[in-house]
């Protein structure tokens, strides 16, 4: 029974091919030497405990719109004056409401570093991301060979890019920690495929990672206890959206879950 992510990733194949014949591998580069400078979004991150990556979302498959008074420009400035270290902005049209041109509104509204997040499968959507003006991409294990994690993460760090790679499970993990160690690690609590959260999925993963890698915990944080359970466990570092993006204020919702940073 196909799944939500074999769908995403069906019209992501499809969306690559319009792409392509729109706008060529030449044009994009060209796109890129015109693009604002890189924020280093590792560096922000890793100089902040706990380290927050807030994220701009308006949508998600599993529950519909979120926050239906959007704008990006607005949430980017109250995450960046409530603490975080950097956004995650989504740019996948037909399942999260996404736009490219989101993470240029929120990058414009404040000097946070963004994340690209969508679902890459080629490394045309790794330089696309640059040209979009994006710090960080993500490249999710479960959604990829270990060809093209290699090949999209070499791509990412050739264009000052920065890489979050995200895992699920243990054999994800092992997978991911096979690429350059300058790649970020993620844990999603999220089962992709049920769309299921389960906050185990971070504490158990983190056993299995060398002490000397950073482990971002994603998806279900929703209250100070969570936040608590994490750091208790030597987990400093987040990202998190739905649980702003559900409240009036994205800031205050920062600040409830995670106190004045």
Known sequence: MSTILDKIIDRKIEELAIRRKERTF?????LVQAASPVRGFAQALKAKQPG??????????????????FDPAEIAQQYEEAGAACLSVLTDIDFFQGADENILIARQNCNLPALRKDFL???????EARALHADCILLIVASLSDQQLEEMSKTAFEHGLDVLVEVHDEKELERALLLDERCLLGV??????????DLNNSLRI??????SRLLITESGIATPQDVALMQENQIHHFLVGESFMKQPRPDEAFTALFGKL
């Open 26 to 30: 030449y044009d994009l580069e060209q």
């Open 188 to 197: 999603n609590n999220r089962d992709l495929k049920t769309f299921k959260v």
């Open 206 to 211: 983190k056993k299995q990672l060398p002490a």
């Open 121 to 127: 499968i080629d490394p045309y959507n790794v330089v």
């Open 52 to 69: 927050v990556i807030a994220e701009i979302k308006k949508a998600s498959p599993s529950k519909g719109v979120i926050r239906a008074d």
